[in-house]
Nanobody
Framework: QVQLVESGGGLVQAGGSLRLSCTASGRTFSDYTMGWFRQAPGKEREFVAAISRYGSSRNYADSVKGRFTISRDNAKNTVYLQMNSLKPEDTAVYYC????????????????WGQGTQVTISS
């Protein structure tokens, strides 16, 4: 399994920006599709964004389209989540995930996960 470490979370005001990073080790990074999920208190973990192995395909949850951008740098074994125009409802723990097949709900069971990074948006 690939090991994942997220960073970049923090506390920002509504309307602000953050960039999350997730660095992988232990396996060939480009073998994996990568994604970001989030989990707010009392809620289930939900999909945020995903990117294909070489970055040619990206998809987003409707709630973040136009505000968040996922990208990856295979030379650095890192995937990023640029978050702009942040809202209080974006407050959650953000998790990076890796899946050899495709980022889907099945990733919750079969994927590799980081430990999460807290993002808090104040109103």
């Amino acid at each position: 399994q690939v090991q994942l470490v997220e960073s970049g979370g923090g506390l920002v005001q509504a309307g602000g920006s953050l960039r999350l990073s997730c660095t992988a080790s232990g396996r060939t990074f480009s073998d994996y599709t990568m994604g970001w999920f989030r989990q707010a208190p009392g809620k289930e973990r939900e999909f945020v964004a995903a990117i294909s192995r070489y970055g040619s395909s990206r998809n987003y949850a409707d709630s973040v389209k136009g505000r968040f951008t996922i990208s990856r740098d295979n030379a650095k074994n890192t995937v990023y989540l640029q978050m702009n125009s942040l809202k209080p409802e974006d407050t959650a723990v953000y998790y990076c995930a890796a899946d050899r097949i495709q980022i889907t709900s099945a990733t919750l069971n079969r994927g590799s996960w980081g430990q999460g990074t807290q993002v808090t948006i104040s109103s």
